[in-house]
C-alpha cells in the first residue's frame, strides 16, 4: 500500500511558477508509475502529467505540454510537478496518484492511490 501527501500548492500571480511535491510512504515506491490530476470547480478530474517508475518517461497532457515537468526521486519516496507560466485556468484541487505499472499512465481507473490534493491558484 502507498499513502500519498501533496503540498506546495498555493496563490501565484498569472506567468508565476509553482512547485508541488507528492511524498510517498512505503518501500515500493519506485514499483509504481505516478501521475497528476487536477480538478476544477464544477469539471471532471482532468490528467495533466504522468512518469513511469523508473523516471525516464514522462507524458503531459496538451493544455500543460512545455510549461509543466514532472520528475521523481525514489531514493526519497518523492515526486514533483514544476508548474511555469502559469494561467487562470489552471486553476484547480492537483492530486498525485500511485499506478502499479512500469510505464506512464494517463487513465484515471488504473490509479489505484491517491492523494489527498492541494489548492493551486492562480490569479489574472
Known amino acids: 500500500q502507498v499513502q500519498l501527501v501533496e503540498s506546495g500548492g498555493g496563490l501565484v500571480q498569472a506567468g508565476g511558477s509553482l512547485r508541488l511535491s507528492c511524498a510517498a510512504s512505503?518501500?515500493?515506491?519506485?514499483?509504481?508509475?505516478l501521475g497528476w490530476f487536477r480538478q476544477a470547480p464544477g469539471k471532471e478530474r482532468e490528467f495533466v502529467a504522468a512518469?513511469?517508475?523508473?523516471?525516464?518517461?514522462?507524458y503531459y497532457a496538451d493544455s500543460v505540454k512545455g510549461r509543466f515537468t514532472t520528475s521523481r526521486d525514489n531514493a526519497k519516496n518523492t515526486a514533483f510537478l514544476q508548474m511555469s507560466s502559469l494561467k487562470p485556468e489552471d486553476t484547480a484541487v492537483y492530486y498525485c496518484?500511485?499506478?502499479?505499472?512500469?510505464?506512464?499512465?494517463?487513465?484515471?481507473?488504473?490509479?489505484?492511490?491517491w492523494g489527498q490534493g492541494t489548492q493551486v491558484t492562480v490569479s489574472s
Open positions: 512505503g518501500r515500493t515506491f519506485s514499483s509504481y508509475a
Open positions: 512518469i513511469d517508475r523508473s523516471g525516464a518517461g514522462t
Open positions: 496518484a500511485a499506478a502499479l505499472a512500469a510505464l506512464v499512465v494517463t487513465t484515471t481507473q488504473r490509479y489505484n492511490y
